[in-house]
């Protein structure tokens, strides 16, 4: 696997390097791959002291460092969502200037109670707004498996630094598809959680209607486990939390879902190892039922239209709000907050009406099965600058990333988790990845199925985690 951050936390706890030296063997990295652009803020003297301070920890308290799951290990947040104390934050836009740092959010201040050392912000697109991270105030995203091609986004800086080994964990948002789409170009696992199970607040700036959700990318299906843990849970938001679910993985039904449809077709190598991925769980025992792409055609095309409908009002008032030079923006930027500004009232409600009635479909579905399999992505990533921003096209860029993760917003607007891992690799030796979702509070049966098909091996990390001992 060439690790991951429960292994590097395991070796600081058990002291076969320090908190500081894996601090730095982080910022080591950071420079060594700059010209991936993953990062988009560097702050070492920050990540020092955090480090240093977990160091002081495990001598004085060792009991206190002992319960943080990530004690001492590196980590970055993404330049959108958070905020996290003494990180600027611009959401990839010179509207905003990298100075100050506001206080903790509530998921920052749980970040650092795992033990996470933070040393600097990742790569995002302005305003999260496409499936790449190439803000046009830099730096463009590249992947680390092929640099040619794109990382994804908007948590593409994220993606790439765990999958280049950077970081082996790291903060990540998912409104249409963010955290999953960067995972699945990278080669990672990503988690979209169950509406209401991360914190948001205090401000709920980043909630979107409540379409947008907070957590990581990471190496490992484990990790995701406890990162899911340690954050989930007293969110203390607009909805209530996620109630338990007693998950039973016995004999399950899995619906499979293996053709996108003719508007927004996958290519066959990726279909291909969805249908693999459903041989291997059957093989498990568990039942494969076939599922249509007709039955999910209604909710794609509302969950695109209300995806649309909701950033572009959000991204209009906050314009509003904080009253940002708009035209110092990228032209689609411009274009979406315009789209939003002549959005009526009754279209937005209507928009907002069919989110609900997606979710009721998708609940019909979980009627007749426990889970869906699904692809992550119609293809391989995209090379570098297949979303670009320099128009005014937004209909366009929105069928663009439509056509390149086909139904990602689908768990977004239903409000459903939904994970995303590969399951080998193509003729270019890039992932291979499949979606998984399930019913409101099922991550535990998400991760159990996950974590069955990794320990299948049909993908290896490339790069090794950053001061992990070999």
């Known amino acids: 696997m060439q690790g991951d951050a429960t292994e590097l936390a395991a070796a600081i706890r058990h002291g076969s390097l320090s908190a500081a030296e894996a601090m730095q063997a982080s910022i080591d990295a950071a420079v060594q791959h700059e010209t991936l652009g993953t990062i988009a803020h560097l702050d070492a003297a920050m990540g020092l002291a955090a480090a240093h301070a977990c160091d002081r920890e495990r001598r004085s308290a060792p009991d206190d460092f002992s319960g943080r799951p990530f004690a001492g290990v590196p980590t970055l947040a993404k330049d959108l969502g958070g905020p996290f104390r003494g990180l600027p934050v611009t959401a990839g836009s010179r509207l905003f200037e990298r100075k100050g740092g506001e206080a903790d959010s509530d998921l920052a201040s749980r970040f650092r109670g795992a ?14 707004l496409s499936l790449a991270s190439e803000p046009a105030i830099g730096p463009v995203c ?69 379409i947008a959700s907070e957590l990581a990318v990471c190496r490992s299906v484990r990790d995701m486990g406890l990162i899911f843990s340690r954050l989930s849970g007293h969110a203390r938001g607009p909805v209530p939390d996620p109630s338990p679910v007693e998950i039973d993985n016995g004999r399950l ?3 499979l879902l293996t053709d996108t449809g003719a508007v927004y077709p996958t290519e066959g190598d ?11 769980l059957e093989r498990d025992g568990h039942l494969i039922v076939p599922l249509a792409s007709a039955e999910f055609e209604w909710s794609v095309a509302a969950s695109g239209r209300a995806f649309a409908d909701i950033v572009s009002v959000n991204l209009a008032a906050l314009i509003e709000v904080a009253a940002l030079e708009e035209s110092r923006a990228e032209p689609l930027t411009q274009a979406f907050a315009a789209r939003g500004r002549a959005l009526s009232s009754t279209m937005l409600w209507n928009a907002l009406n069919d989110a609900v009635l997606v ?10 099965v426990e889970c869906i399999l699904t692809p992550m992505l119609s293809s391989a990533p995209l090379a570098i600058g297949s979303f670009p921003t320099d128009h005014a096209d937004t209909d366009l860029h929105l069928e663009r990333m439509m056509a390149f993760a086909p139904l990602a917003c689908l768990a977004n607007i239903s409000g459903f988790p939904a994970l995303a891992l590969s399951f080998g690799q193509d003729r ?43």
């Open 270 to 280: 990726r279909l291909a190892a969805v249908e693999d991925a459903a041989r291997m």
């Open 253 to 255: 039904r899995i619906g």
């Open 428 to 470: 270019q030796a890039m992932p291979l990845p499949v979606q998984l979702m399930a019913p409101m509070g099922h991550e535990p049966r998400l991760l159990s199925l996950a974590a069955r098909l990794e320990a299948e091996g049909r993908w290896q990390h490339r790069f090794p985690v950053a001061g992990l001992p070999s």
């Open 115 to 128: 033990g996470l050392c933070l040393f600097g912000l990742t790569t995002s697109p302005e305003f999260g």
């Open 142 to 210: 590249r992947n680390p498996l092929d640099p040619a091609r794109t990382a994804g986004g908007s948590s593409g800086g994220a993606a790439g630094a765990v999958a280049a080994g950077i970081v082996a964990i790291a903060h990540a948002t998912d409104a249409g598809g963010s955290i999953r789409v960067p995972a699945a170009c990278c080669g990672l696992v990503g988690l979209k959680p169950t509406r209401g199970a991360i914190p948001g607040g205090p401000s709920f700036g980043n909630h979107l209607a409540g």
């Open 359 to 368: 979710s009721h479909r998708l609940w019909r579905l979980f009627d007749k």
